[in-house]
């Protein structure tokens, strides 16, 4: 299993090895809820300096985000379409990376030690699933690699939705 040291040494190589842990953990199972569960804890045990790893899942008839298993402290549980990191990283359905969320407009501060944050849409041919959202109290934590291989990742995930 992966330690917080093993991502600190070689990061482009340690989303590689997570990749295969995700693929061992999502194996033959079918329960959504249980993918995702596992996918956030997986994340949170993973990475350095987060405070909040999940999901947020698209309900269509709302045109909303409603809050998906996760890791951290109680959070938000209905995001708008366009509203805040997420609700606009759902609605342009491109990964977005914020360095200071208190400099993105209309940011939602569900934890008040957040400082930066990125979010990766999930998305099933032109069907908006949900978001992967991970929190930092860290300004500037997330960079390119850390979204090639957020990316990747939740490529992977979604053969498993």
């Known amino acids: 299993m992966f330690t917080v040291e093993n991502y600190s040494e070689n990061r482009a190589e340690s989303y590689e090895l997570l990749l295969k842990q995700l693929r061992a953990l999502l194996e033959g199972e079918t329960s959504i809820t249980a993918n995702l569960a596992n996918a956030s804890a997986l994340l949170n045990q993973f990475l350095s300096n987060v405070n909040w790893v999940g999901f947020y899942e698209y309900e269509e008839l709302s045109d909303q985000l409603v809050l ?57 041919g032109d069907h908006l699933f949900g978001v992967l959202d991970i929190d930092s109290p860290e300004t500037g934590r997330f960079d390119e690699i850390d979204r090639v291989g957020l990316e990747r990742f939740v490529v992977e995930l979604n053969k498993h939705l």
Do not use: W
């Open 68 to 124: 998906g298993p996760f890791q951290g402290l109680p959070a938000c549980v209905r995001i708008p379409l366009g509203k805040g990191v997420c609700g606009t990283a759902a609605a342009k359905k491109e990964t977005i990376v914020v360095e200071d969320v208190h400099q993105f407009p209309g940011h939602i501060a569900c934890d008040a030690a957040s400082r930066s944050e990125i979010v990766v849409p999930i998305v099933k």
